[in-house]
């Protein structure tokens, strides 16, 4: 089974400060995902990576930087906390997509952030 | 373009009972719609998936209903149980360079009542 595996489940840091959210996959997925789940907004991706040391912006990027220096290890960083980053965050994991196919996603079970 | 509407927000269901939820897309060029289901707690888990080169996909009491026409898809769960209350997410993304971007609805809250 896969398993995505998130360091924190509950969060809590002050405005301004820098903060790091981690994931780690054990299945050698390629792609890997950021997203951030607000009630009546569903998952927005924030920013996702196809390869190590590789990254593109998704939809909500503003705010946010990433870092996967290994392949299992996909790292999340909020430069400088603000409380509208308060929210739910999960990271999600796939195999290359082919041509013509689709990888599911995994996810793992979040972590619920609150900047003060 | 990039939305996807998911509807209703909330739903109430009777044990025994069928949930419908719907989606609509504007995108023509999304080829992958799957759904997720979250209980509380969980991250989303995928329920079932279908591409628009068929209607209609069947996985035990989950069925997805495709229009292409219209845009459209739908989630039914047939005989819906008090198990099944969670929220459920539609999506869609598009093969693009070995990764699918999911564009997400916004979620239905789903409640069986036994």
């Known amino acids: 089974d896969v398993k995505v595996t998130q360091s924190s489940r509950y969060l809590v840091k002050r405005t301004g400060e820098k903060v790091f959210l981690e994931c780690v996959q054990d299945?050698?997925?390629?792609?890997m995902f950021w997203y951030r789940q607000d009630p009546g907004l569903g998952l927005r991706l924030i920013y996702f990576s196809y390869d190590v040391k590789m990254k593109e912006k998704g939809d909500i990027p503003e705010g946010y930087s990433v870092s996967r220096e290994k392949k299992e290890r996909f790292s999340l960083i909020l430069e400088s906390a603000s409380t509208n980053q308060t929210s739910m965050y999960l990271c999600?994991?796939?195999?290359?997509?082919?041509?013509?196919?689709?990888?599911?996603?995994?996810f793992g079970d979040g972590t619920r952030l609150s900047i003060l | 373009q990039q939305q996807v509407k998911q509807s209703p927000q909330s739903l109430i269901v009777q044990k025994g009972g069928i949930s419908i939820i719907n989606c609509a897309y504007e995108n023509t060029a999304f080829d992958y719609f799957p759904w997720y289901q979250q209980f509380p707690g969980k991250g989303p888990a995928l329920l079932i998936a279908?591409?628009?080169?068929?209607s209609e996909k069947k996985e035990g009491r989950f069925t997805i209903s495709f229009n292409k026409s219209a845009k459209q898809f739908s989630l039914h769960i047939m005989d819906s149980q008090p198990g099944d209350s969670a929220t459920y997410f539609c999506?869609?993304?598009?093969?693009?360079?070995?990764?699918?971007?999911?564009?997400f609805g916004a979620g239905t809250r789903l409640a069986v009542h036994p």
């Open positions: 999506a869609a993304s598009m093969s693009s360079g070995g990764y699918n971007k999911l564009i």
């Open positions: 999600a994991s796939s195999q290359r997509s082919g041509r013509g196919s689709n990888q599911p996603q995994h």
């Open positions: 279908i591409r628009p080169d068929v």
């Open positions: 299945m050698d997925h390629e792609n």
